[in-house]
């Protein structure tokens, strides 16, 4: 399971930048006079230090950065350490240009931005292991220093020379012939087969840019050369004997890089929350964060840390919002409900020039203690105290919804029945949806995840079938479980290649059902499907269906709908089949939210999976966390109208209102105790 | 006129890649048997098979490509045999990095993609010619090869330095001394004046992008270039004494090459048609398309081959929507009705990967004939069969439509009054369409098309005159034709030169007006037409004009129709000279399709023009294809409600629904032979 | 003050391109008889001539040129002589690369296009000024040449290696020591510090583009370049003993350079204007010509030379409208109201071809002077002659509108709450508008202005304080100045780099109120202000306000408005404060433009200041210009309806109507004699 860090407190704290300020010692006094009265236990430095760090080669300055930590420490506050390798200084790539990127279309970058490096670059990856080294010499040990966090939200691409090298390396390793690579990519194709695998560049909008293999296979090997990269960081770390867990902080949503394959070498997962709260209603800003929480946590299965969020509005955004009283509460708590062990915010001192200066912080330019967010901040850092003995709890989840990377980049190239959008995150978002409607907690899993712990299973637009994952589908099926599988599944392999024999592959006769055509619909069209009479979910209403439609010839289903309109009228849209143990659900079109609402109020009936509360009013996020001794459920109103939820049992309000009733944004947090 | 293709039927049938299957004999071998069994007569092969025909420098396998052609023949099945240019294998463009391409910035592409070739390179040039020279010994005499496919879909530009040189060459023989160039280009304008022909370059974003002579001319040059890459190809087969027939397949609308330049190199036009089918009503898709059909089949005045078109569905569209049953049928009907001798498909089996793997085909990666698409397909070649006699009949339209590649090119890089649309292109349609809606066959004409066919002419917004086309048009209204011409007419010659002295130029007299300023309106504007009073085609509506409005002075005409609105209301819009023994129409602005309705319905009356069909309601598309003995009338139904079309005259139904009612998609063809 | 053209009468003309037409001397001949028939007496030559001038290396060739301009003066019209810098030949190019630009990609551009010249290369400045020499010395005390135009439209920029060389000593002279660069410039967020000059690089897309400072001092450097380039184009025709002034032509609103820095090395400031007529009510579209023709005469606070304008429709714009009767005399007339010593028009002739071919002009391809544009151009001839007493009179504002080229790179760079639009030209322009409104004459200033001329100062989102602004604008206040101060104002200092301890810096005692957070709506969001009861401006309306809403602690201020919605809904808006002998109004959102035009109103009536008009319907201008003897009303209806416009007092009408009654686009001029 990896290091353990040693806090046994909920973290609350967030990024500083010291260095910026060494010409101003009263105001670092000043920052940790507020940090206290803030609350604040926990500090992140040196993200992008290095130039501070070593100023000119071999020149290595630490001593203001032990002052800081040694301060801070002093008065009760942890450090997160952070390797300094997401930005450079100038004179690394002025005498070693190989460390700066090449882009898709091969051009060199000049020296700027952040994330600008080559992850195969020797001379990169020597200068980073040397500084980390001489990192982990001097703090890894310390007894302030918690957590070293690794450079700082890996991302982006490299098509240098070099990066070009080890991809044909990547290549060799994994098809060993190049005849395999040709059969498997189906180069044939355009006349585009290899001789040899030192042919092959990687994909490019000057060159290659339709031979999706091979842009599947760029994408994972960019991934694992990303982790390659922050494997040899610890490596240099952990050479100097330091046991102090490690961590990186991931990304919302990002889709350069394939997170589940960080699961192993990181001893916890942190990632940078940054919802864009009130541009629609609340909750439904709250529903896709919490997506990315349950996804994050997920991962490893374990809490996590919200290593970064803002405490006021972004700066980056085309819009930038200043967050409406209540909702830095709300939204960290939120950050704990769903399994962080943390509220950090990237900033707690605002820079006073460049592209970020203008990003909310803790202390911003004015420089004061009088402001409505160090306010709001002190009361986060009171609730975090509150909820102390939630630090460590787990999520375990009864259903479960597959949002799997790899079949984000491989349904997304396709070039199948719509190339403007596929709709793929809405489907995987609108099922999340239904289940936590159903004040489910819900794991977000990728395709190399376990089943065996989910009752229900959702599986949207599974195109692509890695590894044989149409045999785990059956086997979780037979075994009892319930699945949901949905249109656009199991087409192709896991180098894009069509099953031949009919889809979804492996499944029909599971689900009963061969798909046969698919319609797409323009964006002003759509499709109806009307319940059959008495379906076995009791499904009542027409519900409406947009962008995708999928005729299926049924060979052993019962149809619970059918379509209603376009020559189509009249064919299956939704089935269930009873198969071994457990049920088969198959559903044919992009459904709109109320029919998932419903499918998974029936799903769930049928399961036999419940929340701990009574009734989950729209707009109402539920969450449990457990520990050996005690749940722990989380119950917030993110609508915009007072709610009341229903609680029974025997429980200790730790945190809360004191009553069912909450107004918009409130928290309650009600402690069951084991028998 | 070119080498006849020996077939005395319809060619059914498609583009085929049995080289992807080469390790599974059994679905070669299904195939066949499917093709039998769907009417499929001719297969189209090795469009893409470079890499399998040469899989190493020198190195020739054709055996399997062999076996392929005769076990199709064996079979009764023909073979349409294509060169393999339009995609090089890698070991090609590695050891000779020349015949890739360089883009207008003068980057160099990289291996990929499809046409990615210069087509000046010496080096390709010879690579092709070896290929294609032992194709043609092997294959060129072979009783089952019916055609050469040149190529594949001919397009884009190079701007290397080969090409750069062979432009300069290009250039000087067109224009022989430098000052020629100078003047006729009109380089005198910001400095730009040429002292030798090797100073000049390509038209480049990053240098010169606004010399429209320049750019014109580099048009024509790309096209000319491309034209003699494929007589290079031609001249290699010819070399080996093959007389079979050759073709290239062109695309919809493509404005990268000026077609017509390719009529006296191939023995027949093909082209490649993919309507987006039900994105608007089908009758206005239907429109769209017959004028490509019409446009294709002018360009040789002949029967011509629809190369492909789609089974299904496409792949490549934004949107990809099901043919929905009939469109199928009447959308390849349609194709024969204006003058096509084949339905020909993309694909007849799908490709397990890579971009093109969900484009539809006739047997999908399901691989069943238990399918709608195959039933459908299966239903269209017993269409083909019945309607067998109508192969090599022709097309004598009496009215015609200038659509000129050149006048295109030129009007959309003017910088004149509208440079965000000029609406040419809908400007031609709303023209060709009121003369369709008449029931009339319609040849789609550039401006070096013979006149004296025609009774009708219509020109609209020939902005550029090329040749002396004014003293065409002069003569073709006084020998009796009828013109119908529009504003922006005669600016410039053939460099783009403007016309010194009035416009439309060389045609004042013959309209009896000059165009003095031209109004550009915002699309949220619009202005209307009034008719005068007792105008000689009875005009009575008010009609709506948009984008453009040309103030004029009439110097001898009679005014039909003024302007409702603005500073220049009163003003003529339309105006009528008899000219000779003919007639000239003069219309001012961009005026809504039911204004050419009824023009051209009056116009169509006072030549003496008319359909077989006595009454053509909305929707439906009528056509005649004439052989020695007689008369086919093509009557199809493309609107969504049942319409009667009647028929007068001895005919009889040789396909079709035996009465007069036609339902949606219906088609009916009757024969009238000829006393 | 300059050179002082000697002209004594308004001038009428334009662009002329006699090299265009040498072989044509018939034309030549007739363009003179029309020019005078046109009432043009001023014709501005030699913009592209140089291929022309020098059509190879050291052969020049100026007798066409004399022969023009002596037979241009033979008949009394003068000729504005233009360097020919603006393109260059292509002989140039070819045998000197690094006259060529480079783009901020690195790319080299190639020959083409107009402004592709670097501003440092030390061969292009050598061979400009050697041909401006030549050009001085053959026409430098020509009594037909009355002034000097120097290249055409100065813009653009390049990142070649002599730019980048120049840039880095630009910096060291302006910052002396890198550690004072890095301070400034706050390099030590993501490691940008630099340890020398020699590591700065130009910003770029491929490399440093989010470190504002270098942004910010990048384009100050491009100013400078491009002004030194000027200036020494006018040294080489000053070292002839020519004593002919010198201006070069600005464009519209143009934000490549900031023109406040052309002040100096120019003897008059001209500038090309090309309104949108006819998009929106013509009124509208004349406030903001009406801004620009301010800002120009604002930069040297003397009259202006309107150098180009369109006399039909342009040929560059999305859609190139005819501008209606009357309107070509209202715009030229609103020129010479605003401060203009000219009508000059771009072309006079039109070329027959290339990118301009379809530009409007005083004779077009048709040739004739019987035109409607030739007449309406005689129109503007007839009435600057009986205009000519105005020539050379001032305006002298009582009002002023800071708009700040600096502050506009900066606040548009700054990525701060609205990265989409922060709507700065707006909020000055609906200030602008409401001042005007009241019939004011308003200087459009920068931060370089002196301020005691004034007794109203809009200061619009002054986001950046240069030199110590904050302190002029304390002592233009405690002085007796009303200043409107609004949101975003004073936040960082002349690097970007933020002001500490609260904004607006510098004036929160001024003011009495102190900014604290600022939110950012989106597009379909508002929020609304509310008047208190009795407030010293007597508003009584509830205004709407968009995009931006601060909110604010006031310390000492009456609060005028309060916010109505939102969370801060009752929180402070406009506020005022009585400063030593002025007044400070500060508005916290985006208002609507009746606001502005109700809080100017009553800030007028405060500071006394008023219209010579007694009232000024909307869609009315009125502008004021003086001599020594005479105040000259000019009173325009831009609107679409008749107005009265009453006037009292002593006058002489020495154009216009005779009444007090105006269709829309007429104009009087009335003459006040001083007592």
Redesign the interface.
């Known amino acids: 399971m990896g290091r353990q860090i040693k806090y046994g407190h909920l973290l609350h704290g967030g990024d500083y930048?010291p260095?910026?300020w060494l010409?101003r010692p009263d105001i670092l006094k000043k920052d940790i006079e507020y940090f206290k009265e803030a609350k604040i236990n926990t500090v992140s430095v040196g993200m992008?230090?290095?130039?501070?760090l070593e100023?000119?080669e071999g020149n290595y300055q630490f001593d203001w950065l032990e002052k800081v930590i040694d301060s801070l420490y002093a008065e009760g506050i942890s450090t997160i350490l952070s390797t300094?390798s997401g930005?450079?200084?100038?004179?690394l790539s002025?005498k070693y240009p190989e460390v700066l990127r090449v882009?898709e279309?091969?051009?060199?970058?000049?020296?700027?931005?952040?994330h600008?490096h080559c992850y195969t670059s020797p001379v990169y990856r020597e200068k980073v292991a040397e500084i980390d080294r001489r990192l982990g010499e001097k703090f890894g040990k310390h007894p302030g220093v918690i957590l070293w966090h690794i450079s700082n939200e890996f991302g982006g691409e490299c098509h240098c020379p070099l990066c070009q090298e080890k991809f044909r390396e990547w290549l060799e390793k994994k098809y060993g012939m190049i005849e395999n690579l040709n059969?498997r990519?189906?180069?044939?194709?355009?006349?585009?087969?290899?001789?040899s695998f030192s042919?092959i560049?990687s994909p490019?909008s000057?060159?290659?840019?339709?031979?999706?293999?091979l842009k599947l296979d760029w994408k994972r090997f960019v991934t694992e050369q990303t982790v390659d990269f922050m494997k040899a960081e610890i490596a240099a770390l952990r050479e100097t004997g330091t046991e102090i867990p490690v961590t990186t902080n991931l990304m919302y949503d990002y889709d350069g890089l394939d997170y589940k394959k960080f699961r192993e070498d990181v001893d916890i997962i942190s990632w940078d929350n940054y919802p864009g709260w009130h541009?629609k209603e609340e909750w439904l800003t709250a529903t896709d964060a919490g997506m990315q929480h349950d996804l994050m946590r997920s991962i490893r299965k374990a809490p996590f840390l919200m290593m970064e969020s803002c405490p006021?509005?972004t700066?980056?955004?085309?819009?930038?919002?200043?967050k409406?009283?209540g909702m830095l509460l709300a939204a960290s708590l939120q950050a704990i409900a769903h399994g962080s062990d943390s509220v950090l915010y990237f900033q707690l001192r605002?820079?006073?020039?460049?592209?970020?200066?203008?990003h909310g912080a803790v202390i911003d330019?004015?420089?004061g203690n009088d402001?409505?967010?160090f306010r709001e901040v002190t009361e986060v850092g009171e609730a975090l105290e509150k909820l102390q003995e939630v630090t460590g709890s787990v999520t375990c989840a009864k259903a479960a919804v597959l949002y799997d990377r790899e079949n984000d980049w491989a349904l997304k190239d396709?070039?199948?029945?719509?190339?403007?959008d596929m709709h793929y995150q809405e489907c995987v978002l609108k099922q999340y949806r239904a289940l936590r409607a159903e004040g489910l907690d819900v794991d977000v899993i990728s395709m190399e995840h376990a089943l065996s712990d989910y009752k229900i299973l959702a599986v949207p637009m599974a195109y692509l079938f890695s590894e044989k994952y149409e045999e785990r589908l059956r086997e979780y099926v037979a075994q009892g479980g319930t699945l949901v599988l949905t249109y656009w599944s199991g087409?192709v392999d896991e180098?894009?290649?069509?099953?031949?024999?009919?889809?979804p592959y492996g499944l029909m006769d599971v689900t009963g059902v061969?798909s046969?055509?698919?319609?797409?619909?323009?964006d002003w069209e759509s499709n109806h499907g009307i319940p059959e009479h008495g379906n076995r979910l009791g499904l009542q209403k027409v519900y409406e269906c947009k962008n995708l439609c999928e005729l299926s010839e049924v060979s052993d289903a019962e149809v619970l709908m059918r379509y209603a309109d376009?020559?189509y009228a009249g064919s299956p849209l939704v089935t269930h089949k009873a198969y071994g143990e457990g049920h088969a659900y198959y559903v044919g079109a992009d459904m709109e939210q109320a029919f998932y609402d419903d499918l998974f109020k029936g799903v769930a009936e049928e399961a036999g999976v419940k929340s701990l509360a009574e009734a989950v009013p729209e707009g109402v996020s539920v969450n449990v966390r457990q520990s050996e001794n005690a749940e722990y459920l989380f119950i917030q109103n993110f609508s915009r109208k007072e709610v009341v939820v229903p609680v029974t049992g025997e429980y200790q309000e730790i945190y809360g209102t004191g009553s069912e009733v909450l107004a918009p944004l409130q928290t309650r947090v009600l402690k069951f105790e084991r028998k």
Chains 1, 2, 3 share one sequence.
Request: glycine residues 8%; contains cysteine; charged residues 30%.
């Open positions: 930048n260095e910026q010409d992008f230090s290095w130039a501070m100023p000119e300094p930005a450079r200084p100038k004179w002025d882009n279309k091969r051009e060199k970058n000049l020296f700027g931005g952040r600008n059969s990519w189906c180069t044939t194709f355009w006349s585009h087969r290899y001789q042919q560049e490019s000057l060159g290659e840019n339709e031979l999706h293999a541009k006021s509005a700066n980056w955004k085309p819009i930038n919002k200043l409406k009283p605002q820079s006073q020039g460049a592209s970020e200066k203008f330019h004015y420089g402001t409505r967010v396709a070039q199948g029945p719509r190339n403007e087409l180098t894009d290649k069509c099953f031949l024999g009919g889809t061969r046969t055509e698919i319609d797409a619909l323009f376009d020559f």
